[in-house]
Structures are given as C-alpha cells and as structure tokens.
C-alpha cells in the first residue's frame, strides 16, 4: 500500500436546495477528495483555512479519519474560503450565489518530508500554478493526477498547458473537456487531451457515468451508480476523484485492470456523497458499505 498526497481547497459551504439549507458545512476539492480517498489508504492533505473559524474540532474529525493534517497551513485572524450556492429542482444545475476566496488567496504550499514522498499525487482543482509548484516538491511521485475547470482554462491556459504536459492523468467534466479542446463528441475531447500530456483522461459524466480513455486506444465507459436518494451532490466529483487515486495508492498500481476496478470503486463512493449535505452520509459509512455498492456494481456490468 503507498501513501497519497491531495492538495486543494478546503471551505465551508452554505448549500440551498429547493426543500433544504445547510449552512457553513466542510466543503471545497481537497476536503471532498481526501474523505473519498481515505477510505482507501492514509492521505496526506494539503490546503489552507483560516484560524478565525476553522475550529479543532473540524481538523479531528479529518484526523480521525484517516488524513494527515501536517501539511493544512491554518492562517491566524483570517476566514476560510466560503461558497453559497442554489441547485434547482432536477440537482444537474447550480447557482453561485457567494464566493469569498479569503485566506486562499496567498495559498502557496511547503510539504513535509512525508508529504513530499508520497508515490500518489492528486492535484485537486486548484490554480495551475499551485499544481505546478507541488509537482516541483514531489519528485519521488510515480502517478500524478489533476483536475480542473473552467475557470482555469479560460483564464489560466498558458499555464494549464505546461501542466498538462506535467500529469500522467486529468479528471475534468464533459462540458469542460469540450471547451478545453474545442471539440463536441467526448471520445475525441480524450484523444485531443491525451496528445497535450497526460497518458490517460477520465470524464466525468454527472449522472451519466464516466469515461476512461487511456494509451493504445484503450476505452471504457462506466454508468454511475443508480442512487434512489439524492439529498444534495456537492463534491460527489472530487469524492470520485480522491477515491479513484485512493484505491490506486492502496493497490500500489496504475495498469488498466486497477484502473478500471478504481472507477467502479470511485462511482459507488461518491454515490454516497449525494445521498446528504456535505460528508454527512459518508460519516455513517464504512469501507464494508461501499465493497456492498462495488459488489452490486460488478454484478450490473457482468453479462
């Protein structure tokens, strides 16, 4: 089993649906991916809060799970990051309402030793730049991963193309994926993406499953997993995306067979994501819950 490294954001959250609010709940890419991830094996997470409301008592519940906290840089008298958002009725489409960026602004991380000897790297959606300057920290990584979005690819392309040229993988959603290549069909927004860099792409498809597009031509499409209770699915992609690099670093290794069985893993983990506000349903799980959901997922795709 090797070790795992996530950086990204970590935020509270006010979440408003159409029957329900919660609010400042734990949120942001890096808190959603480590809690997927470490399920699997030990995280070690990087990011920034602010110690005017970041509490103790949020660090010990991630300790307690498994994460490692060296590397969360906690900045005294300043807030951490806060996003609100709406979700429609059908839970495909959101509003922001607020973000406050705050302590985040000035995020540029110093690993421990034992952060930077992590073999698995997963760089959440952060800036490129913040990507790029945890990649110069890591040089013993052997599978480096990373996301992105929009943002950074209307604003940040320059650097988000010497990144790509960084990573052996990227996790993006479809509509992402189109606009970073200017392509409309999914199978060739992969082809596009692998000749930037990385040696495989994952897109993510919401509902709709994901599709794995690696060397040689080698292409699978998987469904998610169908889910009968959809609370709220904040962070149910950074979850998928955590638990995907978690089941890798658990089984020490990246070939096609473990990718395939780490997709399914990371489907039936985020299924349990949407199922309440922030990690609320993941809290109740065990690793015994989710190889139930992977039994039934196997069961589904045998024929």
Same mark, same amino acid.
């Given at each position: 089993?090797?070790?795992? =490294?996530?950086?990204?954001?970590?935020?509270?959250?006010?979440?408003?649906?159409?029957?329900? +609010? +919660?609010?400042?709940?734990?949120?942001?890419?890096?808190? !959603?991916?480590?809690?997927?991830?470490?399920?699997?094996?030990? %995280?070690?997470?990087?990011?920034?809060?602010?110690?005017a409301d970041w509490k103790q008592e949020d660090s010990d519940h991630l300790v307690a799970h498994n994460i490692n906290l060296d590397n969360l840089e906690i900045v005294p008298d300043q807030?951490?990051?806060a996003w609100e958002a709406?979700?429609?009725?059908d839970m495909n489409n959101r509003q922001t309402l607020s973000f406050d960026p705050n302590c985040c602004i000035n995020f !540029?991380?110093?690993?421990?030793?034992?952060? +930077?000897? /992590?073999?698995?790297? #997963?760089?959440?959606n952060t800036s490129p730049e913040t990507q790029m300057e945890i990649i110069a920290q890591c040089d013993q990584a052997k599978l480096i991963v990373a996301d992105t979005m929009d943002y950074y690819i209307n604003g940040?392309?320059?650097? &988000?193309?010497? &990144?790509?040229?960084?990573?052996?993988? =990227?996790?993006?959603?479809?509509?992402?994926?189109?606009?970073? @290549?200017?392509?409309?069909?999914?199978?060739? /927004?992969?082809?596009?993406?692998?000749?930037?860099?990385?040696?495989?792409?994952? $897109?993510?498809k919401g509902? !709709?499953? /994901?599709? #794995?597009?690696?060397?040689?031509g080698e292409t699978c499409v998987f469904p998610a997993y169908p889910s009968r209770k959809v609370i709220e699915p904040t962070g149910a992609g950074d979850c998928f995306a955590g638990a995907f690099m978690g089941y890798l670093a658990s089984q020490d290794c990246a070939d096609v067979a473990t990718?395939?069985?780490? &997709?399914?893993?990371? @489907? %039936? @983990?985020?299924?349990?994501? $949407?199922?309440?506000f922030s990690c609320d349903a993941l809290k109740r799980s065990t690793r015994v819950d989710i190889d139930a959901r992977?039994?039934?997922? +196997?069961?589904?795709?045998?024929?």
């Open positions: 089993m090797a070790e795992l =490294l996530i950086v990204g954001s970590f935020a509270f959250d006010t979440i408003n649906t159409q029957t329900a +609010r +919660r609010e400042n709940v734990l949120g942001g890419t890096g808190f !959603h991916a480590s809690y997927g991830a470490s399920f699997y094996t030990k %995280v070690y997470a990087s990011g920034i809060v602010g110690g807030k951490t990051t709406v979700y429609e009725v !540029h991380p110093n690993l421990t030793d034992g952060a +930077r000897k /992590c073999e698995y790297l #997963f760089l959440a940040a392309r320059e650097s &988000l193309n010497e &990144l790509l040229k960084k990573v052996d993988g =990227l996790i993006l959603n479809d509509s992402e994926a189109q606009l970073l @290549t200017g392509k409309s069909d999914l199978f060739e /927004c992969g082809d596009e993406i692998r000749k930037m860099g990385p040696r495989f792409v994952i $897109i993510k509902a !709709h499953g /994901c599709i #794995f597009l690696g060397e040689d990718i395939k069985k780490a &997709l399914i893993y990371a @489907t %039936v @983990t985020a299924s349990f994501t $949407i199922e309440d992977f039994n039934e997922m +196997r069961e589904m795709l045998t024929f």
